[in-house]
């Protein structure tokens, strides 16, 4: 499992890489400690890079996500409204049929996600040694 994740964020570094232009800007320092918290220091940080991995595709609603990602619809709901608070991603229209794209704050600053990524998967085939 954990190897199936540490493959699937690799394959999110070469998504997020093959983004990159040369003209787009350095991340300020606030925009790269909000990426890092969201995706890193928080329980579900993986989950949210799923989705937003999953909404640089293409646009999708929230129950479209859940079967994607097959996950439960609440859980991808709590997301959502995590990474709608946070500026990632935008909604167009209401309640049940919302579509959510990503922001052009998270589109802008779309390299710092590369940061973020290295920093989770370190953390997550990092080792626990007790001693």
């Given at each position: 499992?954990?190897e199936?994740?540490?493959?699937?964020?690799?394959?999110?570094?070469?998504?997020?890489?093959?983004?990159q232009?040369?003209?787009?800007?350095?991340?300020?320092?606030?925009?790269?400690?909000?990426l890092?918290?969201?995706?890193?220091?928080?329980?579900?940080?993986?989950t949210?890079l799923?989705?937003?991995?999953n909404?640089?595709?293409?646009?999708?609603?929230?129950?479209?996500?859940a079967?994607?990602?097959?996950?439960d619809?609440?859980?991808?709901?709590?997301?959502?409204k995590?990474?709608?608070?946070?500026?990632m991603?935008?909604?167009?229209?209401?309640?049940?049929?919302?579509?959510?794209?990503?922001?052009?704050?998270?589109?802008?600053?779309i390299?710092?996600?590369?940061?973020?990524?290295v920093?989770?998967?370190?953390?997550?085939?990092?080792?626990?040694?007790?001693?």
């Open positions: 499992m954990q199936k994740m540490s493959n699937q964020l690799l394959e999110f570094q070469e998504i997020i890489r093959s983004k232009t040369s003209t787009q800007r350095k991340p300020d320092k606030q925009t790269r400690k909000l890092l918290y969201l995706f890193t220091s928080t329980r579900g940080g993986f949210r799923r989705i937003i991995m909404l640089l595709e293409k646009p999708l609603n929230t129950h479209q996500l079967k994607e990602l097959e996950l619809y609440k859980a991808v709901q709590h997301h959502m995590v990474l709608e608070k946070n500026n991603v935008s909604r167009i229209g209401e309640k049940y049929g919302a579509i959510f794209h990503l922001s052009n704050f998270l589109e802008i600053n390299n710092a996600l590369d940061e973020a990524i920093k989770l998967d370190r953390k997550m085939n990092h080792k626990k040694v007790y001693l």
